[in-house]
Antibody
Framework: QVQLVQSGAEVEKSGASVKVSCKAS????????ISWVRQAPGQGLEWVGW????????NYAQKFQGRVTMTTDTSTNTAYLELRSLRSEDTAVYYC????????????WGQGTLVTVSS | DIQMTQSPSSLSASVGDRVTITCRAS??????LAWFQQKPGKAPKSLIY???SLQSGVPTKFSGSGSGTEFTLTISSLHPEDFATYYC?????????FGPGTVVEIK
């Protein structure tokens, strides 16, 4: 069965970087993409960006441009989200979601990773 | 960016009720609209894509309709496990954007 298992909670200081992983299993990793969505405490869902596991092409939301990098490792079927220059507003649960392309809609989600940014 | 709105923001309903949630896009998005269900402390679950296509394993009591700028999610008969927050999302253009959510509560 399709599973996306994310890395554990992180606590980082303001200005630091964090890297969250999303390990996929149960399907052909390079046939799909991975999107990242975050949810601040008590808030709604916010799209961060997506990456094709086939060729590594990525597209990021404008508000994260310059601070975010998404990568994939096809040898371990793992996607990564790195967010730099963290600020308190980045405190959120970060979710990965398997993404069908070319239309890029989601089907399966990871369990989420809480990133807490402390000053 | 395309703005997504949902109505109502919350509703109270009883087990067995039929419930309809509306989602509107600030510009036409064809049928590139998805719906998600989220329970407290859990990851979202994908329900519908393409405005009306059910994701694998999603019960047929969920249905979606619409095209262009106005969409609906209908739950034909509420069960206790359906009480949750529901989000719509457009994937017509980047950045993909979500509605603010509709909380479905037990009356």
């Amino acid at each position: 069965q399709v599973q996306l298992v994310q890395s554990g909670a992180e606590v980082e200081k303001s200005g630091a970087s964090v890297k969250v992983s999303c390990k996929a299993s149960g399907y052909s990793f390079t046939t799909y993409g991975i999107s990242w969505v975050r949810q601040a405490p008590g808030q709604g869902l916010e799209w961060v960006g997506w990456i094709s596991a086939y060729n590594g092409d990525a597209n990021y939301a404008q508000k994260f441009q310059g601070r975010v990098t998404m990568t994939t490792d096809t040898s371990t079927n793992t996607a990564y989200l790195e967010l730099r220059s963290l600020r308190s507003e980045d405190t959120a649960v970060y979710y990965c979601a398997r993404t069908r392309w070319p239309r890029r809609y989601f089907d399966y989600w990871g369990q989420g990773t809480l990133v807490t940014v402390s000053s | 960016d395309i703005q997504m709105t949902q109505s109502p923001s919350s509703l109270s309903a009883s087990v067995g009720d039929r419930v309809t949630i509306t989602c509107r896009a600030s510009q036409g998005i064809s049928n590139y609209l998805a719906w998600f269900q989220q329970k407290p402390g859990k990851a979202p679950k994908s329900l519908i894509y393409g405005a009306s296509s059910l994701q694998s394993g999603v019960p047929t009591k969920f249905s979606g309709s619409g095209s262009g700028t106005e969409f609906t999610l209908t739950i034909s008969s509420l069960h206790p496990e359906d009480f949750a927050t529901y989000y719509c999302q457009q994937y017509f253009s980047d950045p993909q954007t979500f509605g603010p959510g509709t909380v479905v509560e037990i009356k």
